[in-house]
């Protein structure tokens, strides 16, 4: 069965510095990956997905993210963090025959210090 | 603009009431997802609609039922509201339930259960 884990429940920077979230998968197919944010009280937008053509899939917001196949892994990275950046961030893989039914991680919510 | 619409966004309803959630979309797409998400948690899939299909997971509770009357429809019904049913309800809907394809999320209805 496929699954995600993302490493950190809770990632906080500073307003203009790096902003790393953690996601490693687990799946014996090659994997559909997508990462979603969350604001509060909203629906999960997409920030950007990985399905198999390049490995640094640029998104929504100066997101982007790198598929590493060896390192099952795809982290989501911005070069600077802004306040708006603050929500809940989702890594989620596309199940495999079952109706593209997505896993989702557990999470990370990133706070942004001014 | 094409979207996913969901009504109400906050529903209070009594332990045991009966309560229908709305989920529309003009975004013609083929499936119809129901999700419940409750709080700090990731969302869990509950049941999903391949055009007239129904797709339940197994290990949704018979409390849940969905109805999709048209492709731009979708309810989810919960005939005996528990306390533990309160959360939020996100609708999602994709153009196919292929694993490339990415769902797109409504912004959801907050349930509470007094």
Redesign the interface.
């Known amino acids: 069965a496929q699954s995600v884990t993302q490493l950190g429940s809770h990632v906080s920077v500073s307003e203009g510095a790096l902003v790393l979230l953690r996601c490693n998968y687990s799946s014996s197919v090659p994997p559909?990956l997508?990462w979603?944010v969350q604001y509060p009280?909203?629906?999960?937008?997409?920030l950007l997905?990985y399905?198999s053509a390049a490995t640094l899939v640029k998104g929504i917001n100066g997101f982007e993210a790198e598929f590493k196949k060896s390192e099952t892994s795809f982290h989501l990275t911005k070069p600077s963090a802004h306040m708006s950046d603050a929500a809940e961030y989702?890594c989620a893989v596309?199940?495999?025959n079952?109706?593209?039914?997505?896993i989702?991680?557990?999470?990370t919510e990133l706070s942004v210090k001014p | 603009d094409a979207m996913v619409i969901q009504n109400p966004r906050y529903q209070v309803t009594q332990f045991g009431k009966p309560v229908t959630l709305s989920c529309s979309q003009t975004l013609n797409h083929n499936v119809m997802y129901w999700y419940q998400q409750k709080s700090s948690q990731a969302p869990k899939l509950l049941f999903h609609y391949y055009d007239k299909d129904f797709n339940n997971e197994a290990d949704t509770p018979d409390n849940f039922q969905s109805r999709r009357p048209n492709t731009s429809f979708c309810f989810l019904d919960i005939r005996s509201p528990g306390l533990g049913d309160a959360a939020m309800y996100l609708c999602a809907t994709s153009r196919d339930r292929r694993r490339a394809y990415e769902q797109y999320f409504g912004p959801g209805t907050r349930l509470t259960v007094t």
């Open positions: 559909y997508f979603y009280n909203q629906g999960l937008q997409l997905k399905t989702f596309s199940e495999n079952q109706g593209g039914k997505l989702f991680g557990q999470g």
